[in-house]
T-cell receptor, first 112, second 106 residues
Framework: DAGVTQSPTHLIKTRGQQVTLRCSPKSGHDTVSWYQQALGQGPQFIFQYYEEEERQRGNFPDRFSGHQFPNYSSELNVNALLLGDSALYLC???????????FGPGTRLTVT | GIQVEQSPPDLILQEGANSTLRCNFSDSVNNLQWFHQNPWGQLINLFYIPSGTKQNGRLSATTVATERYSLLYISSSQTTDSGVYFCAVGSEKLVFGKGMKLTVNP
């Protein structure tokens, strides 16, 4: 039973560029949530996708956008990268919007 | 929004000692989870415990939802228990505490 997978593992981008991160949920899960974890902090909620729609959004600017595909996988896009976007990006999946979430290994993004 | 406070922020133990981690939250929630984050950043699910008590080996957890707190007990700690422990609460999205760094020395 495959768990949550994310790609790529690491990424280095330049300020102003755009980046796309990918997530495949655990088998049987239909809901994907994205979190940003800065160094030394707890993860912060970015947004959640269910039935291919954004259900909830945290306190992140419109530069952060996402998408969920019919197979429940998801993408996180960040435009006009800032140095402060450097962080570990975590994807979590669950069966339904209000149940136990399982996390992927994360994508570590460095913006130079 | 929901506030989550974890205590203590840091803990250093000798192998074999017991410890209790506390998580206080400010509002009623449908979801409460405890995680252990390994050095590579992977969040490992320990407990899904919106209420009640659960045990898994040397670890156990209790959530008293009416009083808005949860406790994670680690007994007979091992060096492999070292890392950061997070409590996360919510109804749909999870709100994380700042974490508790546990160091278990041999």
């Amino acid at each position: 039973d495959a768990g949550v997978t994310q790609s790529p593992t690491h990424l280095i981008k330049t300020r102003g560029q755009q980046v796309t991160l990918r997530c495949s949920p655990k088998s049987g899960h239909d809901t994907v949530s994205w979190y940003q974890q800065a160094l030394g902090q707890g993860p912060q909620f970015i947004f959640q996708y269910y039935e291919e729609e954004e259900r909830q959004r945290g306190n992140f600017p419109d530069r952060f956008s996402g998408h969920q595909f019919p197979n429940y996988s998801s993408e996180l896009n960040v435009n006009a990268l800032l140095l402060g976007d450097s962080a570990l990006y975590l994807c979590a999946s669950s069966y339904g919007i209000n149940y136990e979430q399982y996390f992927g290994p994360g994508t570590r993004l460095t913006v130079t | 929004g929901i506030q989550v406070e974890q205590s203590p922020p840091d803990l250093i133990l000798q192998e074999g000692a017991n410890s209790t981690l506390r998580c206080n939250f400010s509002d009623s929630v449908n979801n409460l989870q405890w995680f252990h984050q390994n050095p590579w950043g992977q969040l490992i699910n320990l407990f899904y415990i919106p209420s009640g008590t659960k045990q898994n080996g040397r670890l156990s957890a209790t959530t008293v939802a009416t009083e808005r707190y949860s406790l994670l007990y680690i007994s007979s700690s091992q060096t492999t228990d070292s890392g950061v422990y997070f409590c996360a609460v919510g109804s749909e999205k999870l709100v994380f505490g700042k974490g508790m760094k546990l160091t278990v020395n041999p």
